[in-house]
């Protein structure tokens, strides 16, 4: 069954990047997420059938149990409550997929060949890249090499998973391990002619922090920050020698984020309780914005206290990691800290690919904890059962809801968000309840 997961995963990926093969529906990017959540629905559902589970902590248990109730009950005091309630059943199954994958057994071989796959995808990307550049000396203009993402932010953050398992591949010493690094200096490239701010920053702070985290990584982190500048210096001759004109990664501008910071802290302060509700930024918002693109101001002006809530569990998540380090790879490890910065300026849980991208990384890295934990004394007079089922049933009810409320948008294959404007939020348009058919 994991092999079925495991492909599933993949073909997720190759829709968004390889714009030769069809995607799995017309409109790409608007289905992509809802192809994602038919894939955490798949991974709940046969973890729940193998009856897959590592007992939490009894206080985790019980602030989680929390949180759900909270957010549960925020809900009713919401303006938009269909809105909100499925912006939470989408929040659940990502959060408890997670916990899930982080469950299952995999075997050593096809996780590998699976991570492997997922690091050498982008290589078709790159080579439009390189052709793209080729050409444009002639044309001064390049040619899109993002996949079937309109906004190349999308595929920018989906690249910090591949650059990181380029340097987790790099660092095992084998024959093919200087083509690794290869391929992180070639994908960095591509962030820098993106002009992708946001996700060099995330790369950059992650590598200095696992060059003083992990001692016996300095050589290939020494290695990874001199391609970055390299990769830098490149870029910067090109623009010397071509007239093109692209997004320079040393521009002042906040691009408006500052801005929607300001905005999404006065919302928060606004309704601090219950917040405005799930995805409300997107439909109150007087800005053309549907993201605050920081998931801490998302979460507190949308779920307000709950918001505040579930950003401690994050970091408690992250901590838990820290503790841990030395039973995790400290490149997987690399990659789920650049998720998060990245998040603080782009956003976290509203891309289908870097939602993706924290799944697999966050519940790998929690795999290898989980393999070498020993069990620990079971408080009797705590009944983790009634907990495990409660759990499982809002699992459930959240699968049922989200197919019921976006069958129409599931099995609609000429639909596009309407409403709002082409920036990151669950639709095209953003503000869409349900996708409109079109000519």
Wanted: glycine content about 6%; proline content about 3%; some cysteine.
């Amino acid at each position: 069954m994991n092999i079925i997961v495991y492909i599933l995963i993949i073909l997720f990926y190759f829709s968004f990047l390889y714009i030769f093969i069809p995607p799995i529906y017309l409109l790409q990017y608007d289905q992509s997420r809802i192809f994602g959540f038919l894939i955490y629905s798949i991974i709940i559902i046969i973890s729940l059938k193998r009856n897959s589970f590592i007992m939490l902590n009894k206080k985790i248990i019980l602030f989680i149990f929390f949180i759900i109730s909270y957010f549960l009950i925020s809900v009713f005091f919401h303006e938009y409550i269909l809105f909100s309630l499925i912006e939470f059943c989408m929040l659940y199954l990502f959060a408890y997929s997670t916990y899930m994958y982080s469950n299952i057994k995999h075997d050593k071989k096809s996780i590998s060949l699976f991570y492997l796959i997922l690091c050498l995808m982008p290589i078709y990307n790159f080579i439009e890249f390189f052709i793209s550049v080729l050409i444009s000396f002639q044309t001064d203009k390049l040619i899109g090499w993002h996949g079937w993402a309109d906004n190349y932010r999308f595929f920018d953050s989906m690249l910090l998973l591949p650059i990181c398992l380029s340097l987790y591949f790099f660092d095992k010493k084998n024959i093919f391990s200087k083509y690794f690094i290869l391929l992180y200096f070639f994908y960095i490239l591509m962030l820098f002619f993106d002009g992708a701010r946001s996700v060099l920053l995330s790369i950059l702070i992650s590598v200095i922090l696992v060059f003083y985290i992990y001692p016996d990584k300095r050589k290939t982190i020494s290695i990874s920050i001199v391609l970055l500048f390299l990769a830098f210096i490149a870029h910067k001759l090109y623009l010397s020698f071509t007239s093109v004109t692209i997004n320079s990664v040393l521009r002042g501008s906040t691009s408006g984020r500052y801005e929607l910071w300001i905005y999404g802290i006065n919302r928060f302060l606004e309704k601090p309780f219950f917040g405005h509700g799930g995805a409300n930024f997107s439909l109150d918002t007087s800005l053309s914005l549907t993201s605050p693109h920081n998931f801490l101001i998302q979460f507190i002006a949308e779920w307000g206290i709950g918001g505040v809530l579930i950003i401690c569990l994050l970091f408690f998540l992250y901590f838990y990691l820290f503790e841990n380090r030395e039973k995790i790879s400290p490149f997987i490890f690399l990659c789920a800290i650049a998720i998060l910065i990245d998040g603080l300026f782009s956003g976290l849980f509203i891309l289908p690919m870097s939602q993706m991208n924290f799944m697999l990384v966050i519940g790998l890295l929690l795999n290898q904890i989980n393999q070498h934990r020993v069990a620990g004394i079971v408080n009797p007079s705590f009944n983790y059962q009634f907990y495990k089922y409660i759990f499982s049933i809002v699992a459930l009810f959240c699968i049922g809801y989200f197919l019921l409320f976006h069958w129409g948008d599931i099995t609609c294959l000429n639909c596009m968000g309407m409403e709002g404007v082409n920036t990151p939020r669950f639709w095209r348009g953003g503000k869409s309840l349900h996708l409109q058919e079109i000519d």
